[in-house]
Every structure is written in structure tokens, then in C-alpha cells.
């Protein structure tokens, strides 16, 4: 059996269409999670972004697909094969509008930093020098600075839309991502020719 | 300002009628997460569960009503008030139908443990003597042993209709919990009469 992993959420989409065009269809049900394929002895496994890496680390998949933004948070023992050149969206630093806030140098000390992505906030701050509290969230970040959670917000934007509904306003870039095609370091070794042939699509 | 910070998801209408018996209403969007009520001065704030408690720890919330669940995984420094006696639900230890394992006793050594709860997990096979491997999954655990990816789940069942739907059994009970209200530490001192009052509904 040769499992394919692919993202619930803003990825599924591109997913499931970059999938097609390497000759990979299954019958869609958003009821199941585990589909058979056009292919022999194929499966396509769709589960949680952070999910799709675990489950191609442990080697229940062969290959997935997942932001770059969950394999530079997490470091999974994986291999990264391809930029797929969709899910373009970027890791930045917002904060409210009529923040006193308006660049990193007016940050003060011991800042509260909401984010979903604790590593990369911290190894961002750590860099640049400033010393910061990381208040981890697991969703609506953007709300974090309107109940003063916290002063700033890390967080990932596609088109900017819940940043400017939330009266955000980014300060600064941390990182751009995209979808990455990931497999696991043994099927990498046992399914290359496999492997090989859907890279060359 | 009062603040008091509910649970999306499974929770979330249970507590919406838990505070209109208290007298706090406010008119429902499923596009705002921040909300104005009738009494004055007070806003209720609805976030994932694990963040309800974050809010309330770090005073953003005062008080909050999150699954005893997500307070035993992670500990957090608040003070809980009250069982709400609603949200019902077990944690257990579940395999397939036919998996040769039956009971806890008939566990191999460092079996693979797929979970959302992994310091629940390991604390339970660690008092059973039960050397496991946890693997950390965040949503759709049921699908983990279809997969091959662990042998054994630990997870949470209302009903139970999800681990019949994907052909799991219950070995073991580990856990049983519900809702519970919480308070943050200084707010349960600043506020602590109209706390009072709220709790003698």
C-alpha cells in the first residue's frame, strides 16, 4: 500500500487539483477521511496540516503535503522534495492600528506575543534581540490584542483580510511559505522510482 | 469591563443557555468571536477550548467555562469553581474490533498510542506499568489504527458513534469529565462577590 497524506483546510483544494494532474482521482465525501484511488494499491489519507507531517514521519504515509510554515515550526524527520508553489501566504508581526507599536524598535521589553507558532516567534524575537512573552494560541489569533492578551500578534496571512477586519496592521515580515511535498525517509529509499515519476509530472 | 470566555465547539450551546439562566445574553453571530451583552460592562468571548483556559489564566478572561479535559492535560493556573454538569464525556482507551489486543493486560510493550491528550495517556500507562509510545495527533484520531499508524487511540467519547463508525471498541475507561467553570486567580480576589452572585443561579 502507498499512501498519500494531504491537508484539511486552505490547502485541500490545490491538493486535491495537484494530485489530479499526476494522474492520482478519488470520489470526494467530506464524511470520510481515507479514499481509495483510480491507482493500485493507492490511498489518499486527509487529515490536519500538523497531521500530514505525523503520520509521514511515522511512515502510515509515504508522501504528504504540508505548509512550510507547520515543517519550520515543528522540524519533523522528514524529506522536503518540491515547493508546489501554491499556498503562498506569510508569517508577520501585526499589531492594532492605534498601537503605540509602529516598527520592531518600538517594541518594548517583555511584550506579550500571541501566535500559534511559538518556535518561530521566539527564534524571530531572539534574533532581532528582543526580549518577549509567548502566549500560545490555537486559533483566532487576531482577536489576542482586542481583549489585551497581548500587545502583538505572529501570525500567517494570505490576503490580509481578517488582519484589516480585526483593525490589524502588519509591522513586519518574518517568512514567506507555500505547500512542500514531504515523504518519509524509508519510503524515500524503498518507492524512489514511484516517488521519482510523480515529481515529474 | 467583565469578560467571560466560552468554548467553540461541543461546549458551545450548553454554556450559551448556562449564561442566559444567569442573566447574560447577547445576540449570536458566527462571525464575531467578541460580544457585547445586556449587562453592563461585561462581554462574553468565544475561542477554542485549550484557549478559553489561556484567556483566563493570563486575566484576558476573568472567568470561563472549558471541558475538565483540557484542564487536566495542561495544568493551568486558574482557579476552578464549579461542574456544570454538562458535556458529559470519557476519555478512553480504545483499539480495532479485531486487534489482538482485548485488555490492558494483553498490551505489548511500547505499543504505539495515538492521542490529543498525551500527558493523560502517558500518566495512565505510566501508573499501569505500561511502557507506550505516545504519538501526538491533532484531530481525527479514530483514523490513526485504519492507518497503521498506532495499534491503540486514547481519546474522548461522547456517544461513542465515532469509534462503531470506524470499527474501534472501548477496552478501558480512563477518565470521566464535563464542563467545568474557572476563574482567574486575581479576578476570583477583585471580583469574587459578583462571581458569587453569578454561581448561586
Known amino acids: 500500500m502507498y499512501r498519500i497524506a494531504i491537508p ?13 494532474k499526476s494522474g492520482i482521482s478519488f470520489e470526494w465525501s467530506d464524511r470520510k477521511l481515507l479514499f481509495e484511488t483510480n491507482v493500485k494499491d493507492t490511498q489518499v489519507l486527509i487529515v490536519r496540516p500538523k497531521d500530514v507531517a505525523v503520520y509521514v514521519e511515522k511512515g502510515a504515509a509515504d508522501i504528504g503535503i504540508v505548509g512550510s510554515d507547520v515543517l519550520e515550526e515543528h522540524r519533523y524527520k522528514t524529506v522536503t522534495l518540491r515547493d508546489l508553489d ?15 507599536i509602529k516598527n520592531l524598535s518600538s517594541i518594548p521589553d517583555y511584550c506579550k506575543v500571541a501566535t ?12 532581532q534581540g528582543i526580549p518577549i512573552e509567548i502566549i500560545e494560541l490555537y486559533g483566532s489569533i487576531e482577536i489576542a490584542p482586542l481583549t489585551d492578551l497581548s500587545e502583538i ?9 481578517t488582519l484589516k477586519e480585526n483593525g490589524l496592521t502588519q509591522i513586519e515580515t518574518i517568512s514567506r511559505h507555500s505547500a512542500r511535498l514531504i515523504a518519509n525517509r524509508v519510503s524515500w529509499q524503498l518507492y524512489h522510482d514511484r516517488i ?5 509530472i
Open 196 to 200: 521519482m515519476n510523480f515529481l515529474n
Open 116 to 127: 500559534k507558532f511559538p518556535n518561530l516567534a521566539r527564534k524571530f524575537f531572539g534574533e
Open 86 to 100: 501554491y499556498g503562498h501566504c506569510t508569517m508577520v508581526v501585526a499589531v492594532p492600528k492605534d498601537s503605540k
Open 8 to 20: 484539511k483546510g486552505s490547502l485541500l483544494n490545490d491538493s486535491k487539483a495537484f494530485l489530479e
Open 153 to 161: 500578534i505572529v501570525d500567517l496571512v494570505g490576503t490580509g483580510k
